[in-house]
């Protein structure tokens, strides 16, 4: 059971057979279908039905950001006012090139930021520029910030079902 939803052997086939992505062939359902067992309209209706409770979070497409000349990775870091950040953090996520954003502790006085949001660009200057971006929409609640940039990748995948 997973929140209020009975997951059964076939919707963990299903899980199993989409964790690395649909099938890149012009009818994944119906590729999910073979590879299951499992009718393409049944399959479509437990993914709907998955996604619907949480389970399943999206079905989309992942760009690979590096392929795409994006390799300058910035992970903006922010000291957000406490009684701003329920309101701003979500706004943050919610601009077009942050891919990742998401409220962390402080763990002071070390490290006083506890609203992350990651950026790409094609360069540095690019990610500056979107940390401007950032630093303006959160104003005067934003008392600091930094970027940490990535130097190389360690995981580039999600939660996977053991098999």
């Not at 940390?131 to 910030?145: K, V, Y």
Request: proline share 6%; hydrophobic share 40%.
């Amino acid at each position: 059971m997973t929140d209020g939803i009975a997951m059964d052997a076939f919707d963990r086939a299903i899980i199993e057979a989409t964790q690395e992505g649909l099938p890149l062939v012009s009818r994944p359902y119906d590729e999910v279908a073979r590879l299951t067992g499992i009718p393409a309209p049944e399959v479509i209706e437990r993914m709907s039905r998955m996604q619907e409770c949480g389970v399943i979070r999206r079905v989309a497409a992942v760009p690979n950001h590096y392929a795409l000349g994006q390799k300058a990775n910035g992970m903006t870091v922010w000291d957000v006012d406490d009684s701003c950040i329920a309101r701003l953090g979500p706004e943050v996520g919610r601009l077009g090139f942050v891919t990742h954003c998401y409220r962390r502790p402080r763990v002071m006085p070390e490290w006083p930021y506890n609203l992350f949001a990651m950026v790409h660009g094609q360069d540095r200057d690019k990610v500056s520029e979107k940390a401007e971006r950032i630093a303006a929409l959160l104003g005067p609640a934003s008392r600091a910030h930094d970027i940490i940039y990535s130097t190389r990748i360690l995981k580039k995948t999600g939660f996977r079902l053991s098999a």
